[in-house]
């Protein structure tokens, strides 16, 4: 079973379009985060939502927008994608919003062309 | 503010020799520290954790580090390196803020590519 799970796992657009990319957590916890993960490796936190509420909402454009329907699932999505956009988005998990360790999902490879 | 810096882009060791991953931090605050790996194209995975208890933390797959708060670092180790052990590793800080949350707002450093030769 795979406790962190996100979909597609890879995402080939053209610039301009919206697109979504969705995660959800079977492991029960309450806190829910999305990174993004540049070309040069580098991992950054964009959101978190503990049980369906926004709590970290990081300089991000606000064509990002996070949306929890339940606390099992965190989807981000994009509108107008750029360029700029094309990295790897992680999802990932803690118990709860001061658990220091998170699960991470597979990633999402998003390229903007 | 808190920052992380991994000394190391890439580190190329031979099997059956130690692992020597280096790791400072920054904090304004008391720190927890970690270390995660990434094996190519899958998610990231906690290696081992620092959250002000003992100060040699010992982790999976026969990793450790010792918190080292006089030098501000968190230097990864392993006694003898597998081929399994080839993947990207990220050196973490959060803040443990006053009042006890930080809201799991994790900072990663830059990663440190590790090569093992057989």
């Known amino acids: 079973d795979t406790a962190v799970s996100q979909t597609p796992k890879y995402l080939v657009t053209q610039m301009g379009n919206d697109k979504s990319i969705k995660c959800e957590q079977n492991?029960?916890?309450?806190?829910m985060y999305w990174y993004k993960q540049d070309s040069k490796k580098f991992l950054k936190i964009m959101f978190s939502?503990?049980?369906?509420?926004?709590?970290i909402n990081e300089t991000v454009p606000n064509r990002f927008s996070p949306k929890s329907p339940d606390k099992a699932h965190l989807n981000l999505h994009i509108n107008s994608l750029e360029l700029g956009d094309s990295a790897v988005y992680f999802c990932?998990?803690?118990?709860?919003?001061?658990?220091?360790?998170?699960?991470f999902g597979p990633g999402t490879r998003l390229t903007v062309t | 503010a808190q920052s992380v810096t991994q000394l190391d882009s890439h580190v190329s060791v031979s099997e059956g020799t130690p692992v020597l991953l280096r790791c400072n931090y920054s904090?304004?605050?008391?720190?927890?520290l970690f270390w995660y790996v990434q094996h190519p194209n899958k998610g990231l995975q906690l290696l081992l954790k620092?959250?002000?208890?003992?100060?040699l933390v010992k982790g999976i797959n026969g990793f450790e580090a010792e918190f080292k708060k006089s030098e501000t670092s968190f230097h990864l180790t392993k006694p003898s390196a597998h081929m399994s052990d080839a993947a990207e590793y990220f050196c973490?800080?959060?803040?443990?803020?006053?009042?006890?949350?930080?809201?799991?707002?994790?900072?990663f450093g830059q990663g440190t590519i590790l090569t093992v030769h057989p």
């Open positions: 990932a998990s803690s118990q709860w919003v001061d658990s220091y360790e998170q699960y």
């Open positions: 492991l029960g916890h309450d806190t």
């Open positions: 939502y503990n049980n369906k509420e926004l709590i």
């Open positions: 904090s304004s605050y008391s720190p927890s």
């Open positions: 620092y959250t002000s208890a003992a100060t």
């Open positions: 973490v800080v959060t803040p443990r803020v006053a009042g006890g949350t930080s809201y799991g707002k994790l900072t």
